[in-house]
C-alpha cells in the first residue's frame, strides 16, 4: 500500500487501520474487491489465476472432491463452518497443512474465497476447451472459488464455484497470486 498508494482495505476486525494491526502479515487478506485483487498481483509482477489453474490446484491430476483427497473434513484440514470471532477467525496462511493439496497449496479449502480471473458463467463448462481452458470472453460477475471460514462443508469442495460483483468486499473473500512458468527455450 505505500509503494502503490493504494487505499487501505476496511478492518475486519474492528476500529483501526489494518495496516499496523500486529500480526495481520501472516493472515489471508480479506475485504478486498476484484480490482483490489488484481491491482496487488499486478503490483507484485503476477496475476490473478485462472478458474481452471486454480481449480487444478486443487482437485490433482486425479480429480479430488477436496484438496487433501477423500478422508473426511475436520477443522486439522480447513477452517470452514466457524461464527465470526474477530481477530481469532482467520488463521495464519498454512496452519492446516493437513489439508495441502497434492501440490502442496495451501488453504485452498475453507479460510477464505478467492476471486479468479475469469468471468462467471454458469455453463462455461458444459462446453470448454479440452484443455487450458481460459474461461468466457466476457460477463457481468467474476468467478470466486474455494470456500471460506463461514462456508458449509459443501462450499469448500474443489469444484465449488462461487460469483461476485467487482466491488464485492466480505469478511471471507481474498486472493492469491499465480505466475506463469517460462519455458525454457533451449528444451524447444
Known amino acids: 500500500m505505500k509503494d502503490s498508494g493504494h487505499r487501505n482495505p476496511p478492518n475486519p476486525f474492528g476500529a483501526g487501520n489494518l495496516q499496523w494491526a500486529e500480526g495481520i502479515e501472516q493472515l489471508p487478506v480479506v475485504q478486498v474487491t476484484w480490482y483490489d485483487a488484481k491491482s496487488y498481483c499486478a503490483w507484485a ?22 484438496p487433501w483427497g477423500k478422508d473426511p473434513a475436520t477443522l486439522k484440514r480447513a477452517n470452514y463452518e466457524q461464527e465470526w470471532d474477530g481477530a481469532h477467525t482467520l488463521y495464519p496462511v498454512g496452519t492446516h497443512a493437513l489439508g495441502d493439496s497434492p501440490f502442496g497449496v495451501k488453504d485452498m479449502a475453507g479460510s477464505v474465497r478467492e476471486w479468479v480471473q475469469d468471468w462467471y458463467d454458469s ?54 497470486c499465480a505466475r506463469s512458468l517460462e519455458r525454457d527455450k533451449s528444451s524447444n
Open 123 to 176: 455453463d462455461y463448462y458444459k462446453d470448454m476447451p479440452d484443455r487450458n481452458p481460459k474461461g468466457p470472453g466476457k460477463g457481468i460477475v467474476r468467478s470466486i472459488r474455494g470456500g471460506s471460514w463461514h462456508s458449509p462443508f459443501g462450499d469448500i469442495r474443489a469444484a465449488a464455484r462461487g460469483r461476485g460483483g467487482f466491488v464485492l468486499q466480505t469478511h471471507g473473500t481474498g486472493f492469491r
Open 45 to 66: 509482477n503476477k496475476r490473478l489465476p485462472t478458474e481452471a489453474e486454480w481449480g487444478k490446484s486443487a482437485r490433482g491430476v486425479d480429480g479430488r472432491p477436496i
